[in-house]
C-alpha cells in the first residue's frame, strides 16, 4: 500500500520478482504483455494504472481493495454464504468471458482466491489477468522456483499433460475449483490439483449445506473433461438467472455445454437492475455494460473466426495452434521486412558515402 502524492489517494504496489529483479529479456517481455492489459476494461478487472520497474523488478500501481481478497474467506475463519457463492461466480465469470471474448482470447491461467479483490461496493475484481505463462516462467527463473505458469491447487487436470496448452475451459476448472475451497475449506484435491483427477481421482462431494444447485455448477466447471465445463459467459448468464429469482435446472447446463450459451436468459447491453450491498447481497449495478469498442455486449461470446464463437475444448485446441502459427507468420514476414528495410538503409548509407567521396575527389582535383 502507498499513498499517491499527486493525488493523496492510497493505492496499491504490485512487484513482480521481488529481490531477484528479471534480466533485460523478461523485462521486455514483461513490457510488451502488459501493454496490452492497459487497453481492457470491464467492470470486474481491477485494471493497472501505471506500470514501471525499478532495478528490474518490474511493479503495478493498482487501485486499492480495502476489503482484501477472497482468500479472506479462508483464513479469516468465516465459511462464505450462499449468496455470496452466487455473486463471486457472477462476477468472475462476467470477467472471464470478457477476457475469452477477446481475439486472441486472453487466459487467465492464475485465479485463485489470492487474485480475486472486493472492492468497495462488494464487486469482485480479477487481478493479475494479461500475465502469459511465458512470463509467469520467466519470473519463476527470477525466484529460481519450478512451476508452469499457475498454482497447483488450482490448476485443471490437462494441464498437467506433456504438451500443455492454455485454453478457456481451464479458467473454468480453476474458478470450479476455487469456490469448492471457499465452501469447504480445501481445495478439491489438495495440494495436487487437477494431477489427482487426471489421474482418475473423483471430485469429494461437498457436504458443507449448500444448495444442490450451486454445488452441480460448481461439479461441472471441475468436469475432468473440458469438453463438458461450461463456458464463462454460460456461468455468467446462469448465475444472473439465480440472482434475479429466474427458474433453470439441468436442461439450461446441457444446452450450455453444448452451444456454451442459454439464449434468452437476460438483456444485451442494458442494465441488469437491482443492486448489491458490500457483502454481496443484491445493491449496485453488476452488469449490462459493453466493452469500450462497443463491439460484443457484456459478457458475450465474440465470434473469434467471423462465424461461431468457440465453444468446446477440440475448437479451443485448433484455435490456439491456429494462432500460435499465425504469430510465427506475423513474426517471420515482420523479419523479413525489418531485413529489407535493413538492406535499403545499408544501400542509401552506402551511395552518400560514395557521393560525398567524389564531391571531395572533385574539390581536391579543382584545387
Not at 101 to 109: E, R, T, V
Amino acid at each position: 500500500m502507498a499513498d499517491d502524492n499527486v493525488t493523496h489517494v492510497q493505492v496499491a504496489i504490485k512487484i513482480y520478482a521481488p529481490g531477484t529483479g528479471l534480466d533485460a529479456a523478461g523485462i521486455e517481455i514483461f513490457t510488451k504483455e502488459f501493454s496490452l492489459v492497459f487497453e481492457l476494461n470491464h467492470t470486474n478487472l481491477l485494471k493497472p494504472t501505471y506500470f514501471d520497474n525499478y532495478e528490474n523488478q518490474p511493479y503495478l500501481i493498482l487501485p486499492l481493495c480495502k476489503n482484501g481478497s477472497a482468500f479472506k474467506y479462508i483464513s479469516g475463519g468465516r465459511r462464505i454464504t450462499e449468496e455470496e457463492c452466487w455473486n463471486m461466480l457472477h462476477d468472475v465469470g462476467a470477467g472471464l468471458a470478457y477476457l475469452h471474448s477477446k481475439n486472441p482470447p486472453i487466459i487467465h491461467q492464475d485465479i485463485k482466491p489470492d487474485n480475486i479483490l472486493i472492492n468497495d461496493e462488494g464487486h469482485y475484481m480479477i487481478t493479475d489477468f494479461g500475465i502469459s505463462a511465458r512470463v509467469r516462467s520467466t519470473i519463476r527463473r527470477g525466484r529460481n522456483t519450478k512451476g508452469n505458469g499457475g498454482t497447483l491447487a488450482y490448476m485443471a487436470p490437462e494441464r498437467f499433460s506433456s504438451r500443455p496448452k492454455p485454453i478457456m475451459a481451464s479458467d473454468v476448472w480453476s474458478l470450479g475449483a476455487m469456490m469448492y475451497e471457499l465452501m469447504t475449506g480445501d481445495p478439491p484435491f489438495g495440494d495436487m490439483g487437477g494431477s489427482s483427477q487426471r489421474a482418475g481421482d473423483d471430485i469429494p462431494p461437498i457436504e458443507e449445506n449448500y444448495s444442490q444447485q450451486l454445488k452441480d455448477l460448481v461439479y461441472q466447471c471441475l468436469d475432468k473433461e473440458p469438453v463438458n465445463r461450461p463456458l464463462a459467459q454460460t456461468i455468467e448468464d446462469l448465475t444472473y438467472k439465480y440472482l434475479h429469482g429466474m427458474a433453470w435446472g439441468s436442461e439450461d447446463m446441457s444446452r450450455s455445454v453444448m452451444r456454451g450459451s442459454i439464449g434468452g436468459s437476460r438483456p444485451v447491453g442494458g442494465s441488469i437492475g437491482g443492486s448489491r450491498p458490500i457483502g454481496g447481497s443484491m445493491s449496485g449495478s453488476i452488469g449490462g455494460s459493453r466493452p469500450i469498442d462497443g463491439s460484443v455486449p457484456y459478457g458475450a461470446s465474440e465470434p473469434l473466426h467471423g462465424s461461431q464463437p468457440i465453444n468446446n475444448y477440440s475448437e479451443q485446441m485448433r484455435y490456439s495452434e491456429s494462432i500460435t502459427n499465425q504469430q510465427s507468420v506475423s513474426y517471420q514476414e515482420q523479419s523479413k521486412g525489418n531485413s529489407n528495410k535493413t538492406l535499403i538503409i545499408v544501400g542509401i548509407v552506402a551511395a552518400a558515402v560514395v557521393i560525398i567521396a567524389v564531391a571531395a575527389l572533385i574539390v581536391l582535383g579543382g584545387k
